[in-house]
Nanobody
Framework: QVQLVESGGGLVQAGGSLRLSCAASGRTLNIYAMGWFRQAPGKEREFVAAISWNGGITKYADSVKGRFTISRDNAKNTVYLQMNSLKPEDTAVYYC?????????????????WGQGTQVTVSS
C-alpha cells in the first residue's frame, strides 16, 4: 500500500499560480500511473490530470487543459501539479492518487490509493 501526502495548497488570487506536490511512501511510485482529482463544496469529485508511470503519457480534464501541468520525479517518489492562470472555479480540495493507467484514472476506475487532500482557494 502506498501512502500519499499532498502539499502546496493555499489561497491565491485569480490569475495566480500554485504548485501542488504529492509525496509517496511505502512503495516506489514508478510502477503506478498517478493522478490528481478535485472536489469542490457540494460537487462530486472530478478528474483533473493523470500521468503514466514513466511520464510519457499525460491526460487532462478539458477545464484545465493549457493551464495545468502534471509531472513526476520517480527518484523523489513525488508527483506535481503546476497550476497557472487559476480561476475561482478551480477552488476545491485536490487529491493525489495512484492507479493502473492514465485511462483508468481519467475514468476514475481502479484507483489504488488516495491522499488526504490539500485545499486550493482562488479568490476573484
Amino acid at each position: 500500500q502506498v501512502q500519499l501526502v499532498e502539499s502546496g495548497g493555499g489561497l491565491v488570487q485569480a490569475g495566480g499560480s500554485l504548485r501542488l506536490s504529492c509525496a509517496a511512501s511505502g512503495r516506489t511510485l514508478n510502477i503506478y500511473a498517478m493522478g490528481w482529482f478535485r472536489q469542490a463544496p457540494g460537487k462530486e469529485r472530478e478528474f483533473v490530470a493523470a500521468i503514466s508511470w514513466n511520464g510519457g503519457i499525460t491526460k487532462y480534464a478539458d477545464s484545465v487543459k493549457g493551464r495545468f501541468t502534471i509531472s513526476r520525479d520517480n527518484a523523489k517518489n513525488t508527483v506535481y501539479l503546476q497550476m497557472n492562470s487559476l480561476k475561482p472555479e478551480d477552488t476545491a480540495v485536490y487529491y493525489c492518487t495512484t492507479g493502473e493507467t492514465t485511462d483508468t484514472l481519467a475514468a476514475m476506475s481502479r484507483i489504488n490509493s488516495w491522499g488526504q487532500g490539500t485545499q486550493v482557494t482562488v479568490s476573484s
